[in-house]
């Protein structure tokens, strides 16, 4: 079942829980998830770390290969977001490192259902009291 494999991931240490905070209560408005495929004959060096220069401070999650990469970025309007995306399509064709146009997802924080909103103000004022 889905549940034993949960726990032998958990005990091997190939998952684990993480907690993600409400990126909304931050002051962020706009999650981007870009998918970019590399050129195969002009792919990024791996050993100069030339996929580190599509991150920035935006950025707080990215995973490459030899030919693609994924990532994940915040941004708290849509002036930042578009500046971002493009200072990365920018940095791409300088560099030749795609053939074609990475597939960019956006979606609006101010629309993200959320499924229950933790509030622990009671909670700390509870314990600093």
């Known amino acids: 079942t889905v549940s034993k ?12 829980r993480i907690i993600i905070p409400n990126v909304k209560k931050l002051g962020f408005e706009i999650l981007a998830f870009y998918h970019i495929s590399f050129d195969p004959k002009n792919p990024p060096d791996v050993e100069r770390n030339e ?8 950025t707080v999650f990215m995973a490459t290969r030899k030919f693609e990469a994924v990532m994940l970025s915040f941004y708290a309007n849509y002036d930042e977001y578009s500046t971002d995306r493009t200072r990365i399509f920018r940095l791409l064709r300088e560099k030749n490192l795609i053939t074609d146009k990475p597939v960019v ?12 909103d933790f509030t622990f103000d009671p909670l700390v004022r509870k314990i600093l009291s």
């Open 51 to 58: 996929n580190a220069l599509l991150m920035n401070d935006y």
């Open 5 to 16: 494999m949960k726990r032998k991931f958990r005990e091997s240490n190939l998952l684990k």
């Open 105 to 116: 997802k956006s979606y609006s924080l101010r629309n993200m259902a959320i499924i229950k």
